[in-house]
């Protein structure tokens, strides 16, 4: 398969010689605010590594909403779902020019069943997985604008 994708002129975007290769270790995102900001940053720079040149300034605005939405007839809630929205722009750090930028907005959920110490727990959790997938999704619509960029 890889070989037929080859064949058609495909390259994949953080390949050698993909469109993406210049984004790589070259994000220098916004200092982290809080524990969401901080697992954030921590997976776009798992994706594409810790800035070297700062030639891309990445700024973002984090919002979370925990919602619950399992209740027992007695009215107590024992599911949540945590939303997450992370309106985000990249820009050239050389003058500021907006390279790229959007909004994206995904959810986890976690139990409250059990202890006090195990919904915390797994709301820390739920909010560590929600911060993944939100910075996965910035990232690759990051990769995506990147054929319009400039060499």
Do not use: H
């Amino acid at each position: 398969m890889f070989l037929a994708l080859s064949g058609c002129g495909f390259t994949p975007a953080l390949g050698t010689g993909g469109p993406a290769q210049r984004l790589v270790g070259r994000i220098w995102p916004a200092v982290p605010v809080d524990q969401s900001g901080f697992g954030f940053v921590k997976q776009i720079e798992a994706r594409l590594g810790r800035v070297e040149t700062r030639d891309y300034d990445l700024t973002y605005d984090i919002t979370t909403l925990s919602d619950g939405v399992g209740i027992t007839p007695d009215g107590a809630i024992t599911r949540y779902n945590l939303t997450g929205t992370v309106t985000w722009t990249l820009a050239r750090n050389a003058d500021g020019v907006r390279m790229a930028g959007g909004e994206v907005s995904n959810f986890t959920s976690y139990s409250a069943t059990g202890s006090t110490v195990a919904g915390l727990t797994a709301r820390q959790d739920a909010g560590r997985r929600l911060m993944v997938v939100l910075a996965d999704m910035v990232v690759a619509r990051m990769l995506a604008a990147s054929v319009r960029f400039a060499t």
